[in-house]
């Protein structure tokens, strides 16, 4: 038997499967329209040849406002971000041309015939790689997730942001990386034992860089040639990008050319003036590499509006750089009761995953929220919680509980709880 969530409406797996409970948004088709179908009533496309061919396929020109967000800096046009809409997004995977960008010095326009990549440093064999001698080695494939670990930083503020959740929580995204396996290149190069990390060294105008430990280079990382099937493209790293499984997205450096190991870290612009925190105790938090577990209600979300009472679906997503999310539980009433949602499969390490739960909205005022648990028994904290543990003078790494307030006139809003 169902239970109402207090003040919140029915929230449950099995609603979907009630009896009485549907969603009433189709509209009857009149016998009389069925009796005078002729091609005077046809639309207008099926009464003439469509388009023709095209050599590389676009979007709609109806959903021409499913766009990436950008915010760039004035005085340095090539520095800033721009948002995946995952609100406007379903599923797990980002599609390439609307994938979240981080610059740092503009996108740079890469030859691939001139591009080499120099693995160097505490090896034993220097090496240098063109494309063309990558592209010849065996390749695999991973599903991750790339969060920037700036990403929902709004949460930080006082007052919460009102705007819609892709850009907000939006630079994040889950793609299929195709590539060659890190550690073939460093081994073929020949790891000296007093090696202990590695510099990633992008090509662009910044020369953007950053250490990143040896152990996990040698993990799971690959050089990635590939995004979904097609060659990375310009914005996404071209010709190849490093990927990182699960870590902030400032290590998975772009249009790659040089992997330099070393000692030690090397205490870069990027893991010293930023990516280092001082918490409440007077420390400084410093190289906190893993994203954990997070989640967010994609729809409904602030941007929409609750037509009318009555049966709807709450979807989202959730991710953990540390492996599988294992359960999601949505509140319908600001974090009484939970339920628990049900995981669009297949459900993969460090990936996006979908979550949707049906849900009977009575049209009263209610705050509804989502919290992630991932397989290590990480659970997503409540915003309380995490300032508590990490203080106001954070940046990085925020992935409280977020909520939407829905009011009885159905407008949505931001709130915190």
Not at 2 to 8: D, E, H, I, K, Q
Not at 150 to 165: D, L
Not at 340 to 360: D, H, K, S
Request: aromatic letters at 10%; hydrophobic letters at 40%; proline letters at 6%.
């Amino acid at each position: 038997m169902l239970t109402p969530v207090a003040g919140g409406g029915l929230l449950d797996r099995r609603l979907f499967l009630t009896r009485g409970l549907v969603f009433s948004t189709a509209t009857a088709v009149s016998p009389l329209i069925l009796a005078k179908s002729t091609d005077s009533q046809l639309p207008s496309w099926m009464l003439k040849p469509g388009e023709p061919f095209s050599n590389y396929g676009k979007p709609s020109l109806h959903e021409n406002k499913t766009i990436r967000w950008a915010m760039g800096n004035s005085m340095a046009p090539g520095n800033g971000v721009s948002w995946a809409p995952l609100h406007d997004l379903e599923g797990t995977i980002t599609p390439n041309g609307l994938h979240f960008e981080r610059h740092h010095n503009g996108v740079p326009q890469i030859d691939p015939a001139q591009h080499q990549l120099m693995v160097h440093g505490l090896v034993s064999n220097p090496l240098i790689f063109s494309i063309e001698n990558l592209l010849r080695y065996p390749m695999r494939s991973i599903f991750c997730f790339i969060e920037c670990g700036g990403n929902s930083n709004a949460g930080w503020r006082n007052i919460p942001i009102q705007t819609q959740v892709g850009y907000f929580h939006g630079m994040a995204s889950c793609s299929e990386w195709t590539g060659i396996p890190l550690h073939v290149l460093l081994e073929e190069a020949g790891i000296k034992s007093s090696a202990t990390w590695l510099i990633a060294e992008g090509a662009d105008a910044a020369a953007m860089n950053i250490s990143i430990p040896l152990d996990k280079a040698l993990d799971d990382c690959i050089v990635a040639l590939y995004q979904n099937g097609e060659r990375i493209r310009p914005e996404n790293g071209y010709p190849l990008r490093l990927v990182v499984p699960g870590w902030e997205g400032v290590l998975n450096v772009k249009w790659l050319r040089r992997l330099h190991l070393i000692s030690q870290p090397s205490m870069t612009r990027n893991e010293t003036s930023k990516y280092t925190e001082l918490l409440p105790s007077g420390k400084a938090r410093q190289f906190s590499f893993i994203m954990d577990a997070k989640s967010l209600i994609t729809n409904p979300s602030l941007g929409y509006k609750m037509a009318k009472p009555g049966l709807y679906q709450i979807t989202g997503l959730a991710w953990s750089g540390r492996g599988k999310i294992t359960t999601v539980e949505v509140s319908a009433d600001g974090g009484k009761t939970w339920a628990e949602a049900e995981l669009q499969e297949p459900v993969m390490a460090r990936c996006f995953t979908r979550f949707r739960i049906p849900w009977q909205w009575q049209g009263d005022q209610v705050t509804i929220k989502s919290r992630a648990t991932d397989e290590t028994g990480y659970r997503q904290p409540e915003r309380e919680t995490l300032i508590k543990q990490r203080g106001t003078n954070g940046y990085f790494h925020y992935n409280a509980v977020v909520s939407w307030k829905i009011q009885a006139d159905g407008l949505i809003s931001h709130v915190y709880t």
